[in-house]
């Protein structure tokens, strides 16, 4: 046979109903279960709100961890591009002192041409202006010996 189920009151018939007590008992059982029902939600509010506490807690420290990661991601940002534009700079001002030295050596060499140049010119009109008309050279007569004193 199987088990009975209680049956509940209000699915019990009318006639079976159990007998209504007074009602102040009432009244009395309904404040204490109203006090129990009062200090249950307390205790919850109570643990709720710390529990709420700890995790606004938590939750300031993973934003804060947020806020750290991502200011560590844009300073290494900052620092890679600050690197790659430091390079460049770099690349540029090693170019440019190399074209400056071109430049330099250029010009020397340029210089040292037209040295050369204005010194052929200059040694060609000198070598005109000072040469003297082909004359035949008169003959030099012997030095006559030099007496020499006796003693």
Do not use: Y
Not at 4 to 11: K, N
Not at 25 to 50: A, C, P, Y
Request: hydrophobic content about 40%; glycine content about 2%.
């Amino acid at each position: 046979m199987a088990p009975e189920q209680p049956v509940e009151p209000a699915a019990q018939s009318p006639e079976m109903k159990p007998q209504v007590e007074g009602k102040r008992t009432q009244l009395k059982i309904v404040r204490e279960n109203i006090q129990t029902l009062s200090r249950d939600v307390g205790d919850f509010r109570r643990v709720h709100v710390l529990s709420t506490k700890k995790l606004e807690a938590e939750l300031a420290a993973l934003r804060r961890d947020i806020a750290a990661n991502a200011r560590a991601k844009d300073l290494a940002s900052h620092v890679k591009s600050h690197e790659v534009s430091a390079n460049k700079l770099e690349k540029q001002v090693t170019n440019l002192r190399n074209e400056l030295a071109a430049l330099k050596s250029s010009m020397a060499k340029d210089a040292a041409r037209g040295r050369a140049k204005q010194e052929a010119l200059l040694n060609k009109v000198l070598s005109k202006v000072s040469a003297k008309p082909a004359r035949p050279k008169p003959a030099k007569a012997k030095p006559a010996p030099a007496k020499t004193k006796k003693k």
